[in-house]
């Protein structure tokens, strides 16, 4: 991209860009309208909800449409994002995530007062602050779209930061003690994170003349400094920012702790977009800095390291959890394990493996969470509550029986097939490279599998096996159990024929 | 030849188990009546299927469909195929599960808790286990090998003894841990063979023949025999037969990785303790004849004198415990490890005598060991007390079902007339011939494991003659009124066992026939490809 640019040529580029970014001016108009329609008292709560959804879909629906128009990857803003369908793809992703996250929450208790009596402090508040909830919810959205598309630091660290702030406020959105806790240790770990990302980008800014990552100055620049140790470390900090979005070791001590104690339709939506997005630039960034040849640093072991440690810690500390939500928190930082994987491999089906892996966890992901607060919405909010709960409530405990086995990756669920693709592409890289550490990596991402079974089966067996008292009574035709019913069939569906995503992941080209 | 049969075997109880579903569970005698229903369905059609056998061997009743193709771009295409049929080696053991079955529903009758969830689960337990031993296509045998160990859990962990939690955890893990291997060796294998019958595209396929076939594998590719890169002291593919070998010996089970097994079976109900020990423990061996040697039959030569080793290994140490046990459960649960430690020493000596009597011995030990599971059931029901010691002088009170005992405990120890002497004679003979034929193995292995049969002697001697004879006594709380004879279901279930014992004992022609083509092609192949293979490798 030219870098000296007249006034009438920026604004003629601004001109042609904005196509590329209807989707996010959509939501940015969208979220701007929610706020200031929140502010109007005469507009009803229940607005909210639907107009969220509704910009969502209309945002997929573009996204779709550009997907449609463009199969060659379209520059914008003189270089700032870059429409791909590696991108689009994503923002598909997110906007789905976005719509069952306001799903789950129109599902929460507060919605079905009538049924049980006592309304909860935590759904109350979301109540009371609804509008900015769904502002806040619109603008990590429309931070994640950005994200995947940025092609320059500072646009990465932009949406980041726009990601991170709303993230902050959404996980103190319970407005608790434990909240406020969650929020400012997530705030705290989150602000020192992104001055170290920071600080790498700006170091590598200085090493490469450029801001713009995809550029040939700066793959040749990096290439002249293969050996440099001021080059790994600044990609190494410049990682440590991504690393911690997607929650992955040593940069995960915030999420048990944020996942506790927020909502859990934030919950859920804290586990798939942010960390999706995360992923997503950790590909196209781990990318250019490895672009520049054979390094003296291996960035394929450094990924790999981070992501045994992932695997592992998150595991083996998810073992030792009494509740649900925080059990969850350990699973969403080994899965982000298994989608480092896919990236490590540094293949193009490894990228594509790994989308795979991204759209069945995130299926897997909202089915779980639909019905941990579900069941947290009748008071069981710790394992061994859920005692006897497979003959009170059965298909709901069914239907989450199949999200915890495809979360294992167990066969006959998506699950097992996300799984099967990401290690076929680390043995494949394996193959090419011959790198031990390869190897290591697939032998302890399939070996945790086993752990990760132990504590996944940790509910179901005391729904199932466990005898207990309770005192629900269930009323079948609920909407979860729609909402959980075309979930669990889409895991299904997907392991018997993947080739229904497969199809329009292949047309996925992975280019920096 | 029929080419749908093997699918009506799969897919009828499958079926049957959507149909349970849709059963109120309160009529429990129809879900007893269903699942009856389906296993003489599935035995007719094993009528059907023998009828139409064709002497020659080889695979039949083949059924090939597409399943899964992706097409991958540059990296080329992922086929996997709905792919099943059966030689002698699946024959056999489809025959078997058939049959195990139909005994496990009869001993399911006095199942009370729970009993729509119970047959429901017994149904999917029975098309995944048939799926199994016909699957032809890696990842159809992973798949159904995986889906079996869901309703085993809960099958054990709901219906089980006091201890069922711990015994069941431990069952599915052990298990996974062992599939586990099995997918790294099952992933690597995929991306390095392609498939022959497509030209000009790259096809990697999942398809258990191809595999079998060196030529196949993809040259530079990770298990390329003519390209196996070295890691530590064993080259890849030799570390692909290892790890297929510990998951599958897993499950056989083998010393020292049994210790799933007695917990299991102590704690699980009759009829799952039956499927336990009579299917669910063949597909070990299934899987090593089917997959780990044909697969890597230079492998399987280089490490057969350890797989012998530890045959004789579980042999004796299997033998040893039992004798030790005081439940008699928990004995049973080891002569079974012992027992399929002959499965391990015949594939090992890779001879067609060793190789079909390994196959002989997973079907003879299937219908023994369900017997034996069925008499401990039998006892249980009554006094709900297995312990050996608490027993002496049955015989006074229950002379019909000492009989039995008499047949099951004389048929496992190996005495001639029985089917399991024609299995370990011919385990015996293929290791007394391999050092002079194939120079695998040493002339001392076979002469050790007959120890083994000496030990099995032993202790079901001496538990006979602890429980059954002597004078009538009752410990440990036990009222004389509560023993009585059998009654007309435990005939039903304990007569037919017996029957084909003795038969396949005393004329043992017709199983003979089935298997042995398959054993004399397993051999030729595995000892040529290994040879040549072997040659390439370290030359």
Request: hydrophobic share 55%.
């Amino acid at each position: 991209m030219p870098v000296e640019m007249s006034l009438n040529e920026k604004l003629y580029w601004i001109q042609q860009s904005v196509p590329g970014v209807l989707p996010e001016l959509l939501l940015t108009l969208g979220l701007l309208l929610i706020l200031l329609a929140g502010l109007n008292r005469k507009v009803t709560v229940d607005m909210f909800p639907w107009t969220t959804v509704a910009l969502l879909a209309l945002s997929a629906l573009y996204t779709g449409n550009i997907w449609h128009l463009h199969n060659q990857p379209v520059w914008a803003f003189s270089g700032m994002v870059r429409n791909d369908t590696f991108a689009l793809y994503f923002k598909l992703l997110f906007d789905i995530a976005g719509i069952l996250t306001v799903l789950l929450t129109t599902l929460s208790k507060a919605h079905r007062q009538n049924g049980n009596g006592h309304t909860d402090a935590i759904t109350a508040e979301i109540q009371k602050h609804r509008p900015e909830f769904y502002a806040l919810l619109l603008a990590v959205v429309l931070g994640a779209h950005l994200l995947v598309m940025s092609m320059n630091l500072v646009m990465a660290f932009i949406s980041l930061e726009l990601i991170s702030i709303a993230s902050y406020v959404l996980a103190g959105f319970s407005f608790t003690r434990q909240g406020a806790e969650g929020s400012l240790k997530y705030f705290l770990f989150g602000s020192v994170a992104s001055a170290i990302m920071l600080y790498g980008f700006s170091i590598l800014y200085g090493l490469t003349g450029t801001l713009n990552f995809s550029d040939v100055q700066f793959a040749t620049q990096l290439q002249r400094l293969h050996d440099s140790p001021l080059f790994f470390t600044a990609g190494l900090m410049a990682l440590a920012g991504f690393f911690y979005k997607i929650t992955a070791a040593p940069m995960h001590p915030w999420a048990p702790d944020v996942y506790e104690a927020a909502p859990t339709p934030v919950i859920a939506f804290f586990s798939v977009v942010p960390k999706l997005a995360g992923i997503g630039i950790l590909s196209r960034f781990v990318l250019a800095i490895h672009a520049g040849g054979p390094s003296v640093f291996d960035w394929q072991a450094v990924l790999s390291v981070v992501a045994i440690m992932t695997l592992t810690i998150g595991n083996f500390s998810a073992l030792a959890q009494k509740k649900p939500k925080r059990l969850m928190a350990y699973s969403s930082i080994a899965q982000s394990g298994f989608l480092l994987v896919g990236v490590v491999a540094f293949l193009p089906q490894g990228t594509q493996f790994m989308l795979f892996y991204a759209s069945v966890y995130m299926v897997m992901t909202y089915l779980v969470f639909l019905y941990v607060q579900y069941f947290e919405d009748l008071g069981f909010t710790t394992i061994p509550s859920f005692a006897g709960l497979g003959r009170a409530a059965l298909w709901p405990s069914v239907f989450m029986l199949v999200g915890f086995i495809a979360l294992t990756g167990l066969p006959p669920t998506a699950g097992f097939t996300a799984k099967l693709f990401i290690f076929s592409s680390l043995w494949e890289s394996y193959q090419i490279s011959n790198k031990p550490i390869l190897l290591v990596l697939l032998i302890f991402g399939l070996l945790n599998t086993v752990v990760a079974l132990f504590y996944y089966l940790r509910i179901p067996y005391y729904a199932f096996i466990k005898n207990g008292e309770t005192g629900i009574n269930t009323n079948k035709l609920t909407f979860e159990n729609l909402l959980g019913l075309i979930l669990v069939l889409s895991i299904l569906i997907l392991f018997f024929s993947p080739g229904l995503l497969m199809g329009w992941i292949n047309k996925i080209n992975f280019v920096l | 030849m029929q080419p749908y049969l093997i699918s009506l075997l799969i897919f009828t109880p499958l079926l049957a188990a959507f149909a349970a579903l849709l059963l109120p569970a309160e009529t429990k005698n129809s879900f007893r009546v269903l699942t009856l229903a389906v296993n003489i369905f599935q035995l007719l059609v094993l009528v059907i299927m023998l009828r139409s056998w064709d002497a020659a061997g080889g695979l039949q009743f083949l059924e090939q469909r597409n399943w899964i193709t992706l097409n991958l771009g540059s990296w080329g295409t992922l086929q996997a195929q709905y792919l099943v049929g059966a030689d002698g080696l699946g024959l056999p053991l489809v025959a078997l599960s058939v049959f195990v079955m139909l005994i496990a529903t009869i001993a399911s009758w006095t199942v009370y808790k729970n009993v729509k969830g119970y047959f429901t689960l017994l149904l999917i337990l029975n098309a995944a286990i048939i799926g199994s031993f016909t699957a032809l296509d890696f990842l159809l045998f992973y798949l159904f090998f995986e889906f079996m160990l869901l309703p085993m859990f809960f099958l054990i962990a709901i219906w089980g003894g006091p201890r069922r939690e711990y015994a069941s955890i431990k069952f599915f893990l052990y298990t996974l841990l062992g599939s586990i291997l099995i997918l790294i060796v099952m992933i690597g294998l995929y991306i390095s063979v392609h498939n022959p019958a497509t030209t000009g595209k790259l096809v990697h396929t999942f398809s258990l023949l191809d595999m079998s076939n060196p030529n196949n594998f993809i040259s530079n590719s990770i298990f390329d025999p003519n390209n196996a890169r070295m890691l530590g002291p064993w080259n890849v593919r030799q570390w692909g037969f290892l790890l297929l070998f510990i998951g599958f010996a897993i499950k056989l089970p083998m010393v020292p990785l049994h210790t799933w097994l007695p917990d299991a079976h102590v704690e699980a109900p009759t009829p799952i303790s039956v499927i336990l020990a009579a299917l669910l423990l063949k597909i070990g061996g299934y899987g090593l004849a089917r997959i780990a040697f044909p697969v890597f039959p230079e492998a399987a030569l280089h490490f057969s004198s350890f797989v012998a080793i530890m045959g004789i290994v579980s042999i004796a140490y299997g033998a040893l415990n039992a004798m030790a046990s005081k439940d008699l459960k928990r004995l049973i649960a080891y002569s079974s490890v012992s027992h399929m430690g002959f499965v391990l020493l015949g594939l090992a000596s890779v001879t067609p005598e060793g190789v079909a009597g390994a196959v002989y011995q997973m079907f003879s030990h299937g219908i023994i060991s369900a017997m034996l599971f069925v008499i401990a059931g039998v006892l249980y029901d009554r006094t709900h007390d297995r312990t050996i010691a608490n027993y002496s002088g049955l015989s006074g009170r229950m002379p019909a079902f000492t009989v039995m005992v008499l047949v099951a405990f004389f048929a496992s120890l190996g005495l001639p007339g029985f089917s399991g002497f024609i299995a370990e004679i011919m385990v015996f003979l293929g290791a007394f011939k391999a050092p002079g034929a194939n120079g695998l193995l040493h002339e001392s292995f076979a002469i050790v494991a007959t120890v083994g049969l000496v030990l099995s002697a032993a202790y079901y001697l001496w538990t006979m003659q602890r429980m059954f004879f002597g004078p009538f006594d009752l410990k440990g709380g036990i009222t004389a009124d509560s023993i009585y004879d059998l009654d007309k279901r435990e005939y039903g279930m304990l007569v037919p066992l017996a029957i084909i014992i003795l038969l396949f004992g005393i004329y043992p022609q017709p199983l003979i026939d089935i298997i042995d083509p398959f054993a004399r092609h397993f051999t030729e192949t595995v000892l040529n490809t290994g040879r040549n293979l072997g040659v390439t490798i370290n030359p």
